[in-house]
């Protein structure tokens, strides 16, 4: 499985901001799909991941980001709102089926 992440940028605190992972090769709805970021400094957390059974936010996530996924198209996305100086991070489509798989990261930046 590879994994191509699209939608990263600058935007304004409070402002708003879509990702997309595009998975290629064979994916299962049952495997978990989903988001992780790093900020410089610090280690790589959790945002969001999805599967057939459970869809599962971090912390920084709650209440803000939406995640979702297309298995047909085998994509995943996740909708940021609300966002914040400190959710700036390089965003990681990850993927987790029989073996763990990692994008190349998208950069987000909250900033006015």
Known sequence: V??????????????SLSLT?????RIFSSDVFGWYRQAPGSQRELVATM?????TYGDP????????RDNAKKLVYLQM?????????????YYAGTYNYW???????VSS
């Open 2 to 15: 590879q994994l191509q992440a699209s939608g990263g940028g600058l935007v304004q605190p409070g402002g």
């Open 61 to 68: 996530a709650k209440g803000r980001f939406t995640i979702s």
């Open 103 to 109: 994008g190349q990261g998208t950069l987000v930046t």
């Open 51 to 55: 599967s057939d059974r459970r869809t």
């Open 81 to 93: 709102t609300s966002l914040k100086p400190e959710d700036t991070a390089v965003y990681y489509c």
């Open 21 to 25: 992972c595009a998975a290629s090769g």
